[in-house]
Protein backbone atom coordinates (compact mmCIF):
# COMPACT_ATOMS: atom_id res chain seq x y z
CA UNK A 1 0.00 0.00 0.00
CA UNK A 2 1.45 3.59 -1.25
CA UNK A 3 0.88 6.61 1.02
CA UNK A 4 -1.95 8.04 -0.87
CA UNK A 5 -3.70 4.58 -0.44
CA UNK A 6 -2.77 4.83 3.33
CA UNK A 7 -3.78 7.92 3.65
CA UNK A 8 -7.47 7.08 1.89
CA UNK A 9 -7.86 4.61 4.67
CA UNK A 10 -7.46 7.22 7.36
CA UNK A 11 -10.24 9.12 8.91
CA UNK A 12 -9.99 12.75 8.80
CA UNK A 13 -9.14 12.41 13.03
CA UNK A 14 -6.80 9.77 12.27
CA UNK A 15 -4.96 11.98 9.78
CA UNK A 16 -4.37 15.01 12.23
CA UNK A 17 -3.88 12.80 14.64
CA UNK A 18 -0.57 11.73 13.00
CA UNK A 19 0.34 14.92 11.75
CA UNK A 20 2.45 14.32 9.21
CA UNK A 21 5.83 15.87 8.23
CA UNK A 22 6.83 17.52 5.81
CA UNK A 23 10.48 18.58 5.45
CA UNK A 24 11.44 21.94 3.15
CA UNK A 25 14.43 23.71 3.02
CA UNK A 26 14.86 27.33 3.91
CA UNK A 27 17.13 29.32 1.35
CA UNK A 28 16.73 33.13 3.16
CA UNK A 29 18.69 33.12 6.84
CA UNK A 30 16.73 35.91 7.67
CA UNK A 31 13.62 34.53 7.39
CA UNK A 32 14.74 31.99 9.95
CA UNK A 33 16.15 34.04 12.15
CA UNK A 34 12.56 36.00 12.01
CA UNK A 35 10.81 32.61 12.57
CA UNK A 36 12.96 32.31 15.57
CA UNK A 37 11.85 35.41 16.80
CA UNK A 38 7.99 35.32 16.09
CA UNK A 39 8.28 31.43 17.57
CA UNK A 40 9.44 33.54 20.89
CA UNK A 41 7.28 36.06 20.77
CA UNK A 42 4.23 34.75 20.14
CA UNK A 43 5.13 31.72 22.33
CA UNK A 44 4.34 29.42 19.45
CA UNK A 45 6.51 26.20 18.22
CA UNK A 46 7.41 26.45 14.62
CA UNK A 47 4.77 23.93 13.79
CA UNK A 48 2.71 25.87 14.83
CA UNK A 49 3.65 29.28 12.86
CA UNK A 50 4.49 27.26 9.41
CA UNK A 51 0.95 25.63 9.77
CA UNK A 52 -0.94 29.58 10.57
CA UNK A 53 1.33 30.89 7.74
CA UNK A 54 0.57 28.01 5.38
CA UNK A 55 -3.10 28.17 6.28
CA UNK A 56 -3.58 32.34 5.55
CA UNK A 57 -1.09 31.25 2.35
CA UNK A 58 -3.86 28.76 0.90
CA UNK A 59 -6.74 31.26 1.77
CA UNK A 60 -4.94 33.99 -0.15
CA UNK A 61 -4.69 31.64 -3.45
CA UNK A 62 -8.26 30.74 -3.10
CA UNK A 63 -9.32 34.34 -3.06
CA UNK A 64 -7.11 35.57 -5.71
CA UNK A 65 -7.95 32.11 -8.01
CA UNK A 66 -12.06 33.05 -7.47
CA UNK A 67 -11.35 36.92 -8.27
CA UNK A 68 -10.44 35.32 -12.03
CA UNK A 69 -13.57 33.64 -12.11
Known sequence: MDEY???KS???EELE???FIVPFKVYDF????QLNQYSM???KNWDELINAALTKFIDDIKAIHNLRL
Open 5 to 7: DFR
Open 10 to 12: LSR
Open 17 to 19: KRA
Open 30 to 33: ALLE
Open 41 to 43: EFG
